[in-house]
């Protein structure tokens, strides 16, 4: 699992509410994403991180936002969660090239 | 996990047999290309490999062929086994300088009959 945690692993929480879902590295790589997964869509990219401080946004950003103040942290914020950002949220680190991903949170928003 | 699933084309195979699972990808200017085993309720594990400067990479049981032409990824897997019972994705990379951005496909969920 190349040294990734993702916490909580299970949530469920009410509309309107934040909520900060936490990848965890222990192995200081540099390259860090987040991506939600869903039925039919496979998995995308919300935002992505290439250093301390250096973030951008992927495909799917809107209603997300990331901080990363050391290498091993990349959070992930929903600054006021609706039911359409129910999903799967994955985090993954990048080592030549190929991507090695967490175990996943699942998150519910009633 | 569990509920991507529920959406997908499904390959069903005998224990034994090989499988064969097909991916189209997208972008003719795509160089690097993965395949991901997800099983339920974990996170997507990295397959298997191959740059677009090769046409055919095998590993352990398993064997990617790419076929640039078309546009055509395949994984095989030699005498598949329970255990292989799982989600499995492509996903393909655009060069666009030094981040690594991965474009996923949607997967195929393969049985594998005892």
């Known amino acids: 699992d190349a040294g990734i945690t993702q916490s909580p692993r299970h949530k469920v929480t009410e509309t309107g509410t934040p909520v900060t879902l936490r990848c965890h590295q222990t192995?200081?790589?540099?390259?860090m994403y987040w991506y939600r997964q869903d039925p039919g869509h496979g998995l995308r990219l919300i935002h992505y991180s290439y250093g301390v401080k250096d973030t951008d946004k992927g495909e799917v950003s809107d209603g997300y936002s990331v901080s990363r103040s050391k290498t091993e942290d990349f959070l992930l914020t929903l600054e006021s969660a609706t039911s359409s950002q129910t999903s799967v949220y994955f985090c993954a680190i990048s080592m030549n090239n190929e991507q090695f991903f967490g175990p996943g949170t699942r998150l519910t928003v009633l | 996990g569990e509920s991507v699933g529920l959406h997908l084309p499904t390959l069903s195979v005998q224990e034994g047999d090989n499988s064969i699972i097909n991916c189209a990808y997208s972008?003719?200017?795509?160089?690097?290309f993965i395949w991901y085993k997800q099983e339920s309720g974990k996170g997507p594990q990295f397959i298997i490999d191959i740059r677009s400067n090769m046409d055919k990479r095998q590993g352990q049981r398993v064997t990617v062929l790419l076929n640039k032409t078309v546009k055509h990824l395949s994984l095989q897997i030699a005498a598949t086994q329970p255990g292989d019972s799982a989600v499995y994705f492509c996903?393909?990379?655009?060069?666009?300088?030094?981040?690594?951005?991965?474009?996923f496909g949607k997967g195929i969920t393969l049985s594998v009959r005892p």
């Open positions: 996903a393909e990379k655009v060069p666009t300088g030094a981040n690594s951005k991965l474009t």
């Open positions: 192995e200081n790589h540099r390259y």
């Open positions: 972008n003719s200017a795509s160089d690097y």
